[in-house]
């Protein structure tokens, strides 16, 4: 049997003991959410749910419909669509985020409702954001909030199966991008090699997530990709979303995380930025970078958060003012590296 090494540091117990003090107990994640937080909060549901324990899974807003597969709609409720009220419980565990912000407005209520409250996750605490409630689990080294799920789950001595697996799988594969980000480690794959004794068909998983382009999206992204503006003899890319391209072709506000993506595989980019409007003067700025090239400082200047080199913030303001602000602050961060790399 492949022995999987704990992650640096790992240490579940803590919430462990938690799960087993409470007799309810509440799941969720951050609004707009992605297969990681949705993954690892259904696997625990399930798991939970086995072992007898009184459980509710919410999400804040609309699900995503590529993640049908994992029937979220019979197993979660949806908190700005009608719902039933949430009763006083002991125990609420909110997964891939530690900002509270990103959870309102539910969180709101579950600090009415809830007697204790941990973020489960794997982002850095922000410098300038809300601290996470004490007793939070934040482990930066894994590379998806899945993985920590696993562990929880081990460390209950609750046995794996298909559901579980197969919502653990999407959240590990979705985060690691099937496996382009495992931050050096084995344990993703090791973890995801005893999923697939569960996931019987793990190819239907990545075309759920990651092949299902409409016609409408591919005309999108036809004209879309033509816009995009380089910076720095094309190290650095922006590109704007408007709501009118958006509507226009029919698509959901999710068709477009997968677009800044397709931008860094731009051999010349070393950073980009993707402003997606979400009203008349609200853009949902996304970040990424590689080359060591810090962004996520960027983002938290706007209220914002993520990873070191995949980050993110809603902004309201001028376009042309956000855009320039924004240039300017990654033409600092690249001739810094470049600085750097004529030092040595």
Known sequence: ??????????????????????GSILLTT???????????????????????????????????PKYSYLKPHKYIDIYDQKHSPIETTDLCLIFD???????????????????????VDHHPILNQGPEPTVGSYIETS??????????????????????????LYTSIAFDTQI???????????LICAELLNYVTEPEEIHRHMFATFSQEKIAFLAKVLSEIEYYSGGQIA???????????????????????DMIMNVTTVITAALFRQDNVNGYKMSLRSKDKIEILGIAENYGGGGHMHAAGA???????????????????????????INEK
Do not use: W
């Not at 894994?142 to 919502?167: M, V």
């Not at 382009?180 to 794959?189: D, I």
């Not at 809603?314 to 600085?339: F, M, N």
């Open 1 to 22: 049997m492949i022995s999987i090494p704990r992650l640096n540091n790992l240490n579940v117990k803590s919430i462990t003991r938690q799960i087993q003090d409470a």
């Open 30 to 64: 951050h609004k707009q959410c992605d297969g990681d937080g949705l993954g690892a909060m259904l696997g625990l549901y399930h798991a939970l749910k086995k072992s007898g324990k009184r459980v509710r899974v919410f999400a804040v807003d609309e699900i995503p």
């Open 97 to 119: 985020t530690n900002d509270k912000r990103l959870v309102e407005p539910l969180y709101k209520e579950l600090e009415i409702k809830c007697r204790n409250i941990f973020f």
């Open 142 to 167: 894994a590379a998806s909030t899945g993985e920590i799920a696993y562990f929880i789950i081990k460390d209950l001595g609750i046995r794996l199966d298909e559901n579980i697996s197969q919502a």
């Open 179 to 189: 496996f382009r980000y495992v931050k050096g480690a084995p344990s993703s794959h």
């Open 238 to 260: 922006i590109l704007k979303l408007s709501l009118e391209d958006i509507n226009n072709n029919n698509l959901h506000m999710d068709d477009s995380r997968d677009v800044i």
């Open 314 to 340: 809603y902004i309201e303001g001028d376009y042309a003012t956000i855009k320039k602000d924004v240039v300017d602050q990654l033409l600092q961060r690249l001739d810094g590296h470049i600085s750097k």
